[in-house]
């Protein structure tokens, strides 16, 4: 438990949505946006090896994150900064219970 994220879980193994919970006052707020220590049940003792951030001009843009195999299989944080996004998750491993279901 973080009591700078809230971790939660989806209808699909693995899957997590995590909420930040901003601290403030009259000034404003801080936010954390990534800690290692309290997304350690996140990121199974994986390390994090970089971070991109992308900028889409037009609104409707479609963007892909494309399925990875071991070892090369990344752990993805999608964050919107300004404006909104419509994230969508796709179960593609073979015998899931939950597999080709979205959320």
Not at 31 to 52: S, W, Y
Not at 59 to 77: D, N, S, Y
Not at 81 to 100: N, Y
Request: glycine fraction near 8%.
């Amino acid at each position: 438990m973080s009591n700078r994220f809230d971790i939660l879980d989806t209808p699909l193994r693995g899957l997590k949505v995590l909420q930040r919970k901003p601290i403030g006052d009259a000034r404003g707020y801080l936010e954390r946006v990534f800690c290692t220590h309290d997304l350690a049940t996140v990121l199974h003792g994986k390390d994090i090896a970089q971070i991109n951030c992308t900028f889409t001009a037009k609104r409707g843009t479609v963007r892909g994150m494309h399925l990875q195999w071991p070892p090369h299989a990344e752990i993805k944080f999608v964050n919107c900064l300004r404006g909104e996004v419509f994230d969508v998750a796709v179960d593609l491993r073979r015998g899931s219970p939950t597999f080709l279901q979205w959320h």
